[in-house]
T-cell receptor, first 108, second 117 residues
């Protein structure tokens, strides 16, 4: 079983729509959680950390459910520039474990 | 300021040849990481450096892979006798590694795309 599993998508949504997706992780001892964004043929960049209480950053909302070992990301009022692959990342000490990514395409 | 840089950006080599990939971390970052991303796959952890020492080499796929870091800065990843399955994007990241791991953001370089023919 992979350490981090994500729905690969793709999620094709119109501008202004809300899109949400999850990932699950297998290591219950994982300490911290992140969403990274990766554009085509570019390096991953940190989008946001995910805190136990849930957190928002503008149009992005992340939630963590430790009991069920899943993390979610919700994008409201999606923009064309949100089109990317979103990587779910789980940190156990220094080691990041990455999901294979969820592809989101926002169309005009 | 300057981010993480990697060279070369692309490398095409023949099966059986050795290759060396270079990573220049962000100045002052004590931790350095190598990952590999194969087509359609998530990033795969290879090795982690704290300063010049590598406490965790568990992700290196075989003994053909080695890495070193000198002066607490530049790191090189060497792949000997390359195989076609080594073809991937090799990404380097660095972080400050102070405080808690929860807050330690890893910054990624642009990667080296390795193609083994």
């Amino acid at each position: 079983r992979k350490e981090v599993e994500q729905d690969p998508g793709p999620f094709n949504v119109p501008e202004g729509a809300t899109v949400a997706f999850n990932c699950t992780y297998s290591n219950s001892a994982s300490q911290s959680f992140f969403w990274y964004r990766q554009d085509c043929r570019k390096e991953p960049k940190l989008l946001m950390s995910v805190y136990s209480s849930g957190n928002e950053d503008g149009r992005f909302t992340a939630q963590l459910n430790r009991a069920s070992q899943y993390i979610s990301l919700l994008i409201r009022d999606s923009k064309l520039s949100d089109s990317a692959t979103y990587l779910c990342v789980v940190n156990s000490n220094y080691k990041l474990s990455f999901g294979a990514g969820t592809t989101v395409t926002v169309r005009a | 300021g300057a981010g993480v840089s990697q060279s070369p950006s692309n490398k095409v080599t023949e099966k059986g040849k050795d290759v060396e990939l270079r990573c220049d971390p962000i100045s002052g970052h004590t931790a350095l990481y190598w990952y590999r991303q194969s087509l359609g796959q998530g990033l795969e952890f290879l090795i982690y450096f704290q300063g010049n020492s590598a406490p965790d080499k568990s992700g290196l796929p075989s003994d053909r892979f080695s890495a070193e870091r000198t002066g607490g800065s530049v790191s090189t990843l060497t792949i000997q006798r390359t195989q076609q399955e080594d073809s991937a994007v090799y990404l380097c990241a660095s972080s400050l590694a102070v405080g808690s791991w929860e807050e330690d953001e890893q910054f990624f370089g642009p990667g080296t795309r390795l193609t083994v023919l």
